[in-house]
């Protein structure tokens, strides 16, 4: 996990909220990815950014919102459009170049809805 | 449009004999292949990676995949398993050449290494 933290490492939500999870990244890597982790779904696409200020839709980016104002930070916020949002969050990073480089993941965010 | 298959939702295999995950892949291109394994509530680790070259590649803490073009299909091996072994082991794949920034990832494998 090293190089990439995120917080918390639980969040709990009541319906209707909005939640914000953090991504901060020391690795100097230009792309960064949020993917959401189900049981038996594996990893799925919810934003990525290549460049500050830049940022596009992945698979699934219905009811969640980014931000990438630093490159260090893409922060992912989960909004109460959400239906589902109860599931483990990854986020990710890669160095400069093409995609023959691997992603650098953190340790995951696991949002639990009440 | 790329993606991923592990037929095998959880493989079973005794301590000390030799383990194989499977993975199967649809790329238009040249792929690129990945290896991750994962412990539970934890991020994902990077194993190992095909990039071109030769089709059998090492990693990390003895494991290897051998690409395999015409069956497209790049499986995970050890010669023996531990039990710290267990853990959720994911394949994903990208296409290579510019613009290309998606990691697609099969839904998992569930190894447990039995003592």
């Known amino acids: 996990d090293g190089g990439i933290t995120q917080s918390p490492k639980y969040l709990f939500r009541k319906e209707g909220q909005n939640v914000t999870l953090s991504c901060e990244q020391n690795?100097?890597?230009?792309?960064m990815y949020w993917y959401r982790q189900d049981p038996g779904q594996g990893l799925r696409l919810i934003y990525y950014s290549q460049i500050v200020n830049d940022f596009q839709k992945g698979d699934i980016a219905e009811g969640y919102s980014v931000s990438r104002e630093k490159k260090e930070s893409f922060p992912l916020t989960v909004t109460s459009a959400q239906k589902n949002p109860t599931a483990f969050y990854l986020c990710a990073s890669r160095p400069p170049g093409l995609a023959k480089n691997e992603q650098f993941f953190g340790p995951g965010t696991r949002l639990t809805v009440l | 449009a790329q993606s991923v298959a592990q037929p095998e939702d959880q493989v079973n295999v005794a301590e000390g004999n030799p383990l194989t995950v499977k993975c199967t892949y649809s790329v238009s291109g040249n792929p690129y292949l990945f290896w991750y394994v994962q412990y539970p509530n934890r991020g994902l680790q990077f194993l190992l990676k095909?990039?071109?070259?030769?089709?059998l590649v090492k990693g990390s803490y003895g494991f290897e995949a051998e690409f395999n073009k015409s069956q497209t299909s790049f499986h995970l091996k050890k010669p023996s398993a531990l039990v710290s072994d267990s853990a959720l082991y994911f394949c994903?794949?990208?296409?290579?050449?510019?613009?290309?920034?998606?990691?697609?990832f099969g839904k998992g494998t569930k190894l447990s290494v039995i003592p």
């Open positions: 690795l100097n890597h230009d792309a």
């Open positions: 095909y990039i071109t070259g030769d089709n």
């Open positions: 994903a794949v990208s296409r290579s050449g510019a613009g290309s920034y998606q990691l697609t």
